[in-house]
């Protein structure tokens, strides 16, 4: 990472999270504990953490080198760049060829019609270009070549529509492009789902600050092992816990950047009622997730503009990150979420996070401010 960005990503994490040595929850493990008394996903997930580096490493290089000719504009007019089709196509790649034997169900944001597209074919030249640039950096594919075409089709391997029954693999190439194309956080988030619940899950949060002032980090967590982090450069794996505070004036909270993405005001409202004192931690993307897997605050609170769907990919790694670290994550109605339902999440107005001693008090300041809202409205 060039100091540029390096400054960049630092300044606009907060100064009292990106100084902090590991919270003391950090403890090293020495072996990948199995999941206690049910099955273990063990193979998958290291094809997952696999496929969400090499997808992470590619994203890394085109946020350095980014130019605004990179920028498309999709039918809803958010940004997209080629890391996004780019890191898509990796992480089909590697997840086919890792786990060969295993049927294949990929639900993904991006799809590859405007990328067939006359015009675009310098684009996806590019694209296909760092696919294979990315593949060779790693030994076990350095003989792969994918053309134009297996790339437009890695790509649309996502477009399974996921559901209740079998296993499905869940995943956004790029969670807050806004934030990547800001030089800020971002996540590849991979997750996977058998019959319709989160079995593990991978974040890769390239210019999320890990220990010792080194940036990049990789959350994994497998239902009943709990959650583990490591350093993007490969440092050893250490288990991370949610912060044990009880006491929610001592709580900071994230909430996105973007207000586009979440009622800030709503935020602010729920934060005073519980006399939380810390002013917002505003970050982009799933890393939000990470950071509070590992007690770097207390609280997450997202509650997007009145007609907003969420997608599954944007909260099935996220979750159980979390959840597998001893936090909470439920709707604003106290409902855990609910990933079996296709390529939505069907859920009562937002999404909130925290540890099981504050979710109480914090379903009922959600509660309370909700209606206030509309009262005053
Ligand atoms: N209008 C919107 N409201 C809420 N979330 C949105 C909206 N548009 C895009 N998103 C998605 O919200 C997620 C990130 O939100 P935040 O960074 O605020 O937590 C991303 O998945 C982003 O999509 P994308 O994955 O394409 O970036
Ligand atoms: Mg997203």
């Known amino acids: 990472m060039s100091s540029v960005i390096l400054t960049r990503v630092l300044c606009t994490y907060p100064s009292n999270l990106k100084t902090k040595k590991p919270p003391f929850s950090l403890l090293r493990t020495f072996a990948t504990a199995a999941p206690v008394g049910s099955m273990s996903y063990q193979k998958e997930l290291n094809a997952a953490k696999k496929a969400a580096s090499l997808a992470a490493r590619l994203c890394q290089k085109v946020q350095k080198a980014i130019l605004q000719s990179d920028v498309q504009s999709k039918s809803d007019k958010s940004p997209v760049t080629v890391a996004d089709y780019g890191s898509q196509a990796v992480v089909s790649f590697v997840l086919e060829r890792e786990l060969p034997s295993e049927s294949f169900s990929l639900v993904a944001e991006e799809d590859s019609g405007d990328l067939r597209n006359e015009e675009a074919q310098e684009t996806l030249q590019r694209i296909t270009k760092l696919v294979n640039d990315t593949l060779a950096s790693d030994n076990t594919y350095s003989g792969s070549s994918l053309s134009a075409e297996d790339v437009l089709a890695a790509i649309d391997s996502g477009k399974s529509e996921g559901g209740p029954h079998g296993r499905h693999w869940v995943l956004d190439p790029i969670d807050g492009t806004k934030g990547f194309l800001r030089g800020d956080q971002y996540a590849v988030a991979l997750a996977l789902l058998d019959e319709g619940k989160v079995v593990l899950g991978v974040l890769a949060c390239p210019n999320l600050p890990s220990s010792h002032d080194k940036v990049g980090c990789l959350f994994f967590s497998q239902a009943g092992a709990g959650t583990e982090v490591q350093s993007l450069d490969g440092s050893p794996p250490v288990k991370v816990h949610v912060s044990a505070i009880e006491n929610p004036e001592e709580a900071s909270f994230f909430e996105s950047f973007e207000a586009a993405h979440s009622l800030h005001d709503l935020?602010?409202?729920?934060?005073?009622?519980?006399?939380?004192?810390?002013?917002?931690?505003?970050?982009?993307?799933?890393?939000?997730?990470?950071?509070?897997?590992?007690?770097?605050?207390?609280?997450?609170?997202?509650?997007?503009?009145?007609?907003?769907?969420?997608?599954?990919?944007?909260?099935?790694?996220?979750?159980?990150?979390?959840?597998e670290a001893g936090g909470v994550v439920t709707d604003a109605g106290g409902n855990p979420l609910d990933f079996s339902k296709g390529r939505y999440l069907d859920l009562d107005t937002g999404i909130i996070v925290t540890n099981p001693k504050l979710m109480p008090m914090l379903l009922k300041a959600v509660r309370e401010s909700i209606d206030e809202k509309a009262s005053s409205l």
């Open 267 to 323: 935020s602010s409202r729920i934060a005073n009622k519980l006399g939380v004192k810390a002013p917002p931690v505003r970050i982009d993307s799933q890393a939000k997730y990470g950071a509070l897997s590992r007690g770097d605050g207390a609280i997450y609170l997202r509650f997007p503009h009145k007609g907003y769907r969420e997608k599954i990919w944007d909260h099935a790694a996220g979750t159980i990150v979390v959840t």
